[in-house]
């Protein structure tokens, strides 16, 4: 789906727009064809799952009613994988985890 620089683009300006507009912070993101990575700041307070439903649902709306031709690729609505991972920066270094991102 990101094989087009203008479809990667939009996706990394609808995540920054979603952040920001719920006081997050993305310190570093990747979008690639296959993925996106992402080393986002979130309070102690918000979970991790409410931060994977805002991002993900959030950007789905946002994408489908910017491009609605993905409307056609994704009939059933969800756009992405329910798949996730994550982990917590305490335990790694962040440079290191900024360099991995990059490298993808």
């Known amino acids: ?3 087009r620089e ?3 683009k939009l996706c ?3 995540l920054h ?8 912070k993305i310190a570093e993101i990747n979008v690639t064809p296959d993925h996106i990575y992402l080393i986002v700041k ?3 307070t918000m979970g991790i799952s409410k931060a994977f439903y805002l991002l993900k649902g959030a950007s789905a ?3 489908f009613k910017q491009k609605p031709n993905f409307r056609q690729r994704f ?3 969800h756009f992405w994988s329910p798949g996730k991972f994550y982990r917590t920066i305490g335990d790694a270094d962040v440079e290191t985890m900024m360099n ?3 490298g993808h």
Not at 17 to 24: F, N, Q, R, S, V
């Open 1 to 3: 789906m990101f094989r």
């Open 6 to 8: 203008e479809n990667k």
């Open 12 to 14: 990394e300006d609808i």
């Open 17 to 24: 727009d979603i952040t920001k507009e719920h006081h997050k």
């Open 42 to 44: 979130i309070p102690t």
């Open 61 to 63: 709306r946002q994408l």
């Open 75 to 77: 009939q059933q609505g």
């Open 100 to 102: 991995y991102i990059r």
